[in-house]
């Protein structure tokens, strides 16, 4: 295992190293965003990841996300994830959690070093952010990847200190959080582009999880470039292993 990750330490050294190898953090969403998280943690030697996706493959995911292909339509993104990571890294440890996030789960209940949220649904994403102010998990949330195609307009600020708060999925999730008492605390990958798209499309999706829960929900459909997402996804994950190795310089 020591080859694999010889070229992470020849930059952040041995004992960082070991720091990822002992840190657990959780993927919440393996989309275009989530999926490049969750892969460039793997590659980076975390040692203990959390994925949690309840989709399957659709043919209009293969223009950005990285386990969608001709050949994987109809799987299910968290089991082609778990051998996908396991692949890249044999000893890395996997709780795949194959379900639509509720917060009805305990998934944050043992040890989580860091969350990276790339959840595409209001409800699912305000619950998690909420959970994880208050059980005092370091999170970083995906704000502003869809309706874009420049991934240089991309960037890192506090919650409270995103720019373009006019865009509507953003400004929904601010004001959602800011009724809980949450109005700064969150790391988030945000976009200095005004977003754009040709037509709005939105259906009603309904879906029952594991434990037979009911959810439905009004699914709107954003335009997706193969750049946004991957890079946003990247941004993450690298902000994560900065915090998380800074203690070891």
Request: with cysteine.
């Amino acid at each position: 295992m020591d080859e694999i990750f010889s070229r992470n330490e020849l930059f952040w050294g041995n004992d960082a190293q070991n720091i990822l190898k002992n840190s657990h953090i959780a993927v919440f969403g393996l989309g275009g965003v989530g999926g490049f998280c969750a892969e460039a943690l793997a590659r980076a030697g975390v040692g203990n990841l959390t994925i949690v996706d309840f989709d399957t493959v659709s043919t209009s995911n293969i223009n950005r996300q990285i386990v969608a292909l001709h050949s994987t339509v109809g799987e299910s993104k968290a089991k082609l994830f778990e051998t996908r990571l396991k692949d890249i890294n044999p000893e890395i440890n996997l709780n795949v959690i194959d379900d639509f996030y509720t917060g009805a789960e305990d998934i944050l209940s043992g040890k989580i070093d860091f969350t990276a949220d790339a959840i595409d649904t209001l409800r699912s994403k305000i619950t998690l952010l909420e959970t994880c102010v208050k059980k005092g998990i370091p999170s970083i949330s995906s704000m502003g990847a869809g309706n874009r195609i420049d991934p240089t307009k991309l960037y890192i600020s506090d919650i409270s200190e995103i720019e373009n708060k006019n865009a509507p999925f953003v400004s929904n999730c601010i004001y959602q959080l800011k009724k809980l008492g949450i109005e700064n605390g969150i790391a988030v990958v945000a976009s200095r582009e005004k977003p754009f798209c040709r037509e709005k499309i939105s259906a009603k999706e309904k879906i029952e999880t594991k434990s037979g829960e009911h959810i439905e929900f009004t699914k709107i459909t954003p335009a997706s470039t193969p750049f946004v997402a991957s890079c946003a996804g990247i941004f993450m994950a690298s902000y994560i292993v900065q915090k998380l190795i800074k203690k070891s310089h």
